[in-house]
């Protein structure tokens, strides 16, 4: 079956270091892969959108890998601030069965101390 | 702009009694809809979703159902709740230029 995994423990890192947060996948041919970030009690917030055909993708501080390959996507926070504590959530879309559909990792959380 | 409503908030209900929480988007047509259900530190479990009004898949078997009366109204039900319905329910819309998915505020329910 389709299965995403992301780092299962919480991330802590401190203020002004680079966050890079892991998302493997098995069982799945993606089209694309986002991420969104998290708060808590909040709704998910879209961050990014990767294709199938892109290595990598930037956004401000944000920067995303995409290797088919090894079947795996990285998540990059740049210069982190306190601000950035969320959980990150990536999720996979766009194979042929699965129409407009996406499927979520359980996500990353991620703490910066200041 | 477009916009995505959710309400209520929060609810609690008791077991056995309905259920209908209401998903509206504003600001453009035929977008896809979905609900989804997060259980506390986990993923996001989707339930359905809706590529067009009275269009509905459901994705998990379930004591719960949809509607899709209109084109920007997607509506989640259930004649009687069970205990494991509680969760964290998210409404979500597809079809914008960014590619991503816009979630609502989510409606945490509480079935007691």
């Known amino acids: 079956s389709q299965k995403i995994e992301q780092n299962s423990e919480a991330l802590n890192i401190q203020e002004g270091k680079t966050a890079t947060l892991t998302c493997n996948y098995t069982?799945?041919?993606?089209?694309?892969l986002q991420w969104y970030r998290q708060d808590p009690g909040r709704g998910p917030v879209f961050l990014l959108l990767i294709r199938e055909n892109e290595k990598e993708k930037r956004k401000e501080r944000l920067k995303v890998t995409f290797d088919t390959t090894l079947k795996q996507s990285l998540f990059h926070i740049t210069a982190s601030q306190p601000a950035d504590s969320a959980t990150y959530l990536c999720a996979l879309g766009g194979q042929a069965s699965s129409a407009s559909k996406i499927i979520f990792g359980s996500g990353t959380r991620l703490s910066i101390r200041p | 702009s477009q916009t995505i409503h959710q309400w209520p908030a929060t609810l609690v209900q008791p077991v056995g009694s309905p259920l209908s929480l209401e998903c509206t988007v504003e600001?453009?047509?035929?977008?896809?809809l979905y609900w989804y259900r997060q259980a506390a530190g986990r993923g996001l479990q989707l339930l359905f979703y809706?590529?067009?009004?009275?269009?509905i898949s459901s994705e998990v078997p379930q004591n719960l159902s949809a509607s899709r009366p209109q084109d920007r109204q997607f509506i989640l039900s259930s004649k009687k709740l069970l205990l494991s319905d509680s969760g964290f329910y998210l409404c979500?819309?597809?079809?914008?230029?960014?590619?991503?998915?816009?979630f609502g505020s989510g409606t945490r329910l509480t079935v007691v």
């Open positions: 979500a819309w597809s079809g914008g230029s960014t590619g991503g998915y816009t």
């Open positions: 809706s590529v067009g009004i009275g269009q």
């Open positions: 600001g453009t047509s035929n977008p896809n």
């Open positions: 069982n799945y041919s993606p089209a694309y």
